[in-house]
C-alpha cells in the first residue's frame, strides 16, 4: 500500500519520485532520479529498519530503464515503471528472510 509518494521536476531535465509503501509490517522507500547526465541518475529501494535508519536493498541499473524515459516529464508517469519493478524486487528480497525474533 502506498503511503506517500512525492514528484519534483526543474527546468534542467532533472525529475525524481519517491514512494513509501507498507508492505508486510515493513516500511519500503523507493526513489529514482532521472537527469539529463546519465552518471547522476539512480534508481534505489531500501527498507526502514527498526533503528529508523534506511537500509538500501536492490538497485536498478540505469542502462534499463534511463533511455527508455523523456528527457522532461511534468508527472510521475515515466518513473511509476521503475518504482514498481523496485519494490516487488524488495518484495521478493524480504520474503526470502527469517521473521524478526527467529
Known amino acids: 500500500m502506498i503511503v506517500d509518494k512525492g514528484f519534483d521536476?526543474?527546468?534542467l531535465s532533472?525529475?525524481?519520485l519517491t514512494r513509501v509503501?507498507?508492505?508486510d509490517g515493513q516500511?519500503?522507500?523507493a526513489r529514482i532520479r532521472r537527469d539529463h547526465a546519465v552518471y547522476q541518475c539512480a534508481a534505489a529501494v531500501g527498507v526502514l529498519t527498526p533503528n529508523l535508519?534506511?537500509?538500501t536493498l536492490a538497485i536498478e541499473p540505469r542502462a534499463t530503464w534511463y533511455p527508455n524515459t523523456p528527457e522532461y516529464a511534468d508527472d510521475e508517469?515515466?518513473?511509476t515503471d521503475v518504482a514498481d519493478?523496485?519494490?516487488a524486487h524488495a518484495r521478493t528480497i524480504l520474503a526470502g528472510l527469517p521473521s524478526p525474533g527467529c
Do not use: N, Q
Request: hydrophobic residues 45%; neutral net charge.
Open 21 to 23: 509503501h507498507h508492505v
Open 9 to 11: 521536476a526543474d527546468e
Open 77 to 79: 508517469g515515466p518513473l
Open 14 to 16: 532533472r525529475y525524481i
Open 27 to 29: 516500511v519500503l522507500w
Open 53 to 55: 535508519t534506511g537500509t
Open 85 to 87: 519493478r523496485l519494490l
